[in-house]
């Protein structure tokens, strides 16, 4: 039997600070409101390398209320590279 852990990273607190220099000149880290087979195309390039499966488990109604939820911030990394 093989046991995972599955952890969750939260923002309780918004830190002031300087934004952090990018070795990629045309970087940019937005917040965006995906649609849910967008957000599972990149839970997937990222998790399935990590045997991430919690959001591929949810129906797709629970996908979307979480989603567009006011608590939910998805940020993405985006170059023109």
Do not use: N
């Amino acid at each position: 039997m093989m046991k995972l852990l599955t952890t969750y990273m939260e923002m309780t607190v918004l830190l002031a600070r300087a934004a952090l220099s990018s070795s990629l000149a045309d970087a940019r880290i937005e917040r965006e409101t995906l649609a849910p087979a967008d957000y599972l195309d990149i839970w997937r390039s990222v998790g399935e390398p990590l045997l991430w499966d919690g959001r591929l488990c949810m129906s797709p109604q629970s996908l979307h209320v979480f989603l567009t939820a006011p608590t939910t911030h998805l940020y993405i990394l985006s170059s023109k590279d």
